[in-house]
């Protein structure tokens, strides 16, 4: 049975928190959504955006989770999913199935996906490469 006693009601708007760097990854920024605060850890959510050029990606790592699923909400990103290059563009859904080898290693300037993983806690650990992988697209100059 769910426990519904152990987690809060939760509503954050737009304003409400900022994109901050810090997070896993420094060409990244996140935007918390208190999920995690109200789930007591159980559960994270937040928004990822583009920070910097993919200049050499996530590197190849897995997560030590329970569950996570990356939404795309703008722009598009490139994964290696063990030895599989799959493309992930605005309104898809990734579920990753736990302990999955992958790699993020191209976007787009104005990429943000939603990402959803249980528990808030979790690690990520690198692991030795699975294969090669392509060169990322150059971003325009700004």
């Known amino acids: 049975m769910l426990d519904r006693t152990g987690t809060q009601f939760s509503?954050?708007?737009?304003?409400?928190?900022d994109y901050v760097s810090g997070g896993l990854r420094d060409f990244?920024?996140?935007?918390?959504?208190?999920?995690?605060?109200?789930?007591h850890g159980k559960v994270i959510a937040h928004l990822v955006k583009a920070n910097m050029a993919p200049e050499k990606g996530t590197g190849w790592h897995r997560h030590e989770a329970d569950f996570q699923i990356?939404?795309?909400?703008?722009?598009?990103?490139r994964f290696?999913?063990?030895?599989k290059e799959t493309?992930?563009?605005?309104?898809?859904?990734?579920?990753?199935r736990p302990g999955i080898r992958h790699y993020l290693f191209?976007?787009?300037p104005d990429m943000e996906y939603l990402e959803i993983v249980?528990?808030?806690?979790?690690?990520?650990?690198?692991v030795e490469p699975v294969c090669a992988?392509?060169?990322?697209?150059?971003?325009?100059?700004q």
Request: glycine fraction near 6%; charge should be negative.
């Open 118 to 126: 249980s528990p808030a806690d979790f690690k990520t650990v690198d």
């Open 70 to 77: 990356v939404i795309m909400v703008k722009g598009w990103a």
């Open 87 to 96: 493309l992930v563009e605005a309104g898809d859904v990734v579920h990753q």
């Open 106 to 108: 191209d976007y787009s």
């Open 28 to 39: 990244f920024l996140y935007r918390d959504l208190g999920v995690a605060e109200a789930t």
């Open 133 to 141: 992988i392509p060169d990322p697209t150059p971003w325009p100059a």
């Open 11 to 17: 509503h954050v708007k737009p304003g409400d928190t």
């Open 80 to 83: 290696m999913y063990e030895d």
